[in-house]
DNA sequence: AAGAGGTTCAACCGCTATGTT
DNA sequence: AAACATAGCGGTTGAACCTCT
């Protein structure tokens, strides 16, 4: 016997949501709090499942979010996760403040990965493609010559984490967070990111990457205009008492 | 200008983990 | 302990968009 499915498939719609009814969605979302997904299109009158509703809240409308590519020094921090965690996109991602795992994983797989192998480095395993090539036959790629190559691992116990093995080591998460643990000494961009997570200079939204002015972190008010002016919702509508509402409704989970 | 091929990313699917009864 | 319900995760898909010829 399986699993009744999440949603009745009959009479659920499916594809590209609509203004109108992301509109429904965040009001309800914002009125109600994020509860028992499974009852929010009935409640919020939508005709799509709770789970579809539950994705376009997290990964599209929540009011946290920040929109755009990722810039250089989240790149490099998705880069080092995922050589240490793999493709666990929401480990990586609760580590980047606004950004979801489907945009992290999206971003992995259309940009980093080219990247990667652009300077000859294994996208799976973080190391250099050259190793495995000289391995098997013929080198088909060499080491970068650049002084960028700082994908590196830093050295454990002398076993380096395959990123791709998909099969989490045996007593994970602790191994997770031993391994995370261990690294951080190591690497001072790590160190700066795990050293404290409350006031990781991330979250704090004060902390100015040096490349750009531009590639600080806005505030999340900021990144909550594009919804303000959003064709259909009037910042009455919404409100900034809506923000609060929000956060009071996270802080309850 | 057009259409073929490539790229991007929002959304879906199926599975697992976790909580509840 | 078993069965079921729900949430969450990661892989995959497909439509829209972009670029090249």
């Known amino acids: 016997m399986g699993r009744q499915p999440c949603c009745d498939k009959l009479g659920v719609k499916k594809g590209p949501w609509t203004a109108e009814e992301d509109k429904k969605l965040i009001n309800f979302i914002l009125t109600n709090g994020q509860c028992c997904w499974r009852a929010v299109p009935k409640l919020a009158g939508l005709l799509r499942c709770g789970k579809s509703c539950r994705l376009r809240w997290t990964n599209y409308l929540r009011p946290d979010l920040k929109r755009g590519l990722l810039n250089e020094a989240e790149e490099q921090l998705v880069i080092d996760l995922h050589a240490r965690l793999g493709n666990r996109w929401s480990k990586i991602a609760a580590r980047l403040p606004g950004r979801t795992d489907n945009e992290i994983k999206n971003h ?13 480095i294994d996208p799976v395993t973080h190391q250099p493609l050259h190793k495995k090539a000289s391995q098997g036959g013929s080198p088909s790629t060499s080491l970068p010559e650049s002084d960028d190559y700082r994908f590196q691992l830093p050295e454990t116990d002398g076993s380096v984490p395959t990123a791709e093995s998909s099969s989490p080591p045996e007593n ?10 261990n690294n951080v000494d190591n690497d001072p961009l790590m160190n700066c990111f ?11 939204g004060s902390w100015k990457f040096p490349s750009t002015e531009d590639s600080r972190i806005p505030l999340w008010e900021e990144n909550y205009s594009w919804l303000v002016d959003y064709q259909e919702f009037g910042i009455e509508d919404l409100g900034y008492g809506c923000f609060e509402t929000t956060m009071e409704i996270s802080d309850r989970h």
């Open 108 to 120: 992995w797989n259309t940009h980093i990965k080219k990247k990667l192998i652009k300077m000859g």
């Open 172 to 181: 994970f998460p602790n191994e997770e967070l031993q391994l995370l643990e």
């Open 194 to 204: 795990w050293g404290d997570e409350v006031s990781s200079p991330l979250i704090d």
